[in-house]
């Protein structure tokens, strides 16, 4: 969903030495994410048609759940960004944002 994976892998790539440990790249990727999820609930506000789509209809008789989550996402980017400095803060950063994900596809994603 929009740029979120990408900047998350990335993130993962770095926190398990897959990728050079890049902090200024990695609090750009938390700073995306931040700034995507406030389109989380825009793209999701009429209520999805396609057959394709792995969004629960729940999303819209409890869109104020569904919006909630979004926050907590960016809550939880928000908090992150600054104290990422090395690997292992990094991987703190990834398990708590990866959290914010999980937690809003456990309940609203197919
Ligand atoms: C507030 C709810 C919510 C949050 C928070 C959320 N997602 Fe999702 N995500 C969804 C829903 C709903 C779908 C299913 C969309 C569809 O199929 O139409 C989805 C689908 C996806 C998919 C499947 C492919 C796609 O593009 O549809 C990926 C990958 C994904 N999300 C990544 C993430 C990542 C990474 C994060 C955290 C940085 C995140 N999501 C946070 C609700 C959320």
Same mark, same amino acid.
């Given at each position: 969903?929009?740029?979120?994976d990408?900047d998350l892998?990335?993130?993962?790539?770095?926190?398990?030495?897959?990728k050079?440990?890049?902090?200024? $790249?990695a609090?750009?990727a938390?700073q995306?994410? &931040? #700034?995507?999820?406030?389109?989380?609930a825009?793209l999701?506000? %009429?209520?999805?048609?396609d057959?394709?789509?792995e969004a629960?209809?729940t999303?819209?008789d409890?869109?104020?759940q569904?919006t909630t989550? $979004?926050q907590e996402?960016?809550q939880?980017?928000a &908090? #992150?960004?600054?104290?990422?400095?090395?690997?292992?803060?990094? %991987?703190?950063?990834v398990?708590n944002?990866?959290?914010a994900?999980?937690?809003?596809?456990r309940?609203f994603?197919?």
């Open positions: 969903m929009m740029g979120l990408d892998k990335l993130m993962i790539a770095m926190a398990k030495g897959e050079a440990m890049d902090a200024d $790249a609090q750009a938390v995306r994410i &931040k #700034a995507g999820t406030p389109e989380i825009t999701f506000k %009429a209520p999805e048609t057959p394709k789509s629960l209809p999303i819209w409890e869109f104020d569904f989550l $979004a996402l960016e939880a980017a &908090k #992150a960004a600054p104290t990422i400095q090395d690997r292992p803060t990094l %991987a703190q950063a398990a944002i990866g959290g994900c999980r937690a809003c596809h309940r994603r197919k």
